[in-house]
């Protein structure tokens, strides 16, 4: 674990990247729309608070709303891509959570979704800190599209916390392991082979995955806070996996810092941390998002979410990110969250997340939606 004087000496670090970031900012805060038209998929109201999507090859679109202080009618359905019908999955007896229950076949709070190359679509449950984990941990939940029946269920018993936030997955079909993103306590990423069900907790409160403290989300001028007052810091959130699943990219939420480490480094349990921590590669500074996504390109695309745009980033010869703005749509979009790529469209879940969760008084710009962007050959 990481000394508050190592956080400290991250500025510095990262003293070159912030100009990067800067100049990056000043080309998203243009007012006009840039890009692809963003296609409306599903609209919902405030009893379904989107967060995460998954789309599958064939277009079947699914999504969650995660509890909190709220909690959705339901947490996972199917939209209908044409009627925009909506039903519970995988079933509605899977969407009444009783907290007495064994925390198997019901959902808790279901923070995000993946379909995997071989079209299977993975839950992540990451249960909440109010209940006891001990008997409803965090879970992820493997499903067969053709039957929508469970192929397999893994918990993290043991694994995580209540103190900690398992927030996003990707699964790597080539070597049978998924990864995950810890975005509470100090930051962390989350290993499972697939294979023996044996997960660990890596990069714990490393420099990659415990947000710079000098650095805030900002709303406008304001300085992100909890409804409590507290300042917002959210710590390894986004993540992505390389179309040939070599590397891994993550990054906090709360500051502008991109990373990247080999599968194969996270896949070897005979690494001290500090081995690992050393096979991490630091892309320099872009727009602060949350959710990415990378496409058969090795685009990666990100939600900036202080200029609600969605930007395109490359890496360049040197290893550092180039940054483009691919949508932008002020009329529309908000707060870019969960992403999908299927049939050549990126789809966006916009959560409004600052409009709803934060003190920071925003007015609704508009309903939770799912867009789509038609992405370029």
Known sequence: MRTMLARASISVFLAAGMLAAAQDSCE??????????????????????????????????????????VRSHFSMVEVDPKTGAITPYPDAAWNKFNEQGDGRSEWISVQALWVDRLDHLWALDSSLSKVDQRRLPPKLVEFDLSS??????????????????LNDVRVDTVHDYAYLTNAGN????????????????????????????????????????????S????????IALSPDAQWL??????????????????????????ELAGKVDYLG?????????????????????????????????????????FVRDPSKLSWADGFAISGGYLYIADSHLWEVAFKNSLPRSGPFTIFKAKLPH
């Open 28 to 69: 998203a805060q243009g007012s006009g729309r840039v890009g692809p038209p963003l296609e409306a998929v599903k609209t919902f109201g405030d009893d379904f608070r989107l967060v995460g999507i998954g789309v599958s090859a064939k277009g079947r679109v699914f999504a969650t709303a995660p509890s909190s202080d």
């Open 148 to 165: 929508n029946r469970v192929i397999r269920q893994y918990d993290f018993n043991g694994v995580v916390s209540a103190k900690d936030s």
């Open 186 to 229: 100090e930051g962390s990423l989350v290993v499972l082979d697939l294979k023996t069900g044996v997960a660990r907790q890596v990069l714990v409160g490393d420099r990659s995955t415990f947000a710079d403290p000098s650095q805030h989300l900002m709303i406008g001028n304001e300085v992100a806070l909890r409804p409590d007052g």
């Open 231 to 238: 300042v917002r810091a959210t710590q390894a959130d986004g």
């Open 249 to 274: 990219y993550y990054r906090p939420l709360t500051d502008h810092n991109y990373w990247r480490v080999p599968t194969s480094a996270l896949r070897d349990a005979k690494l001290s941390e500090a």
């Open 285 to 325: 500074s872009a727009a602060l998002s949350g959710g990415l996504i990378m496409d058969r390109n090795g685009t990666l695309y990100a939600g900036d979410l202080e200029h609600r745009t969605v930007v395109a980033l490359t890496l360049t010869a040197d290893r550092k990110l180039h940054s483009r703005i």
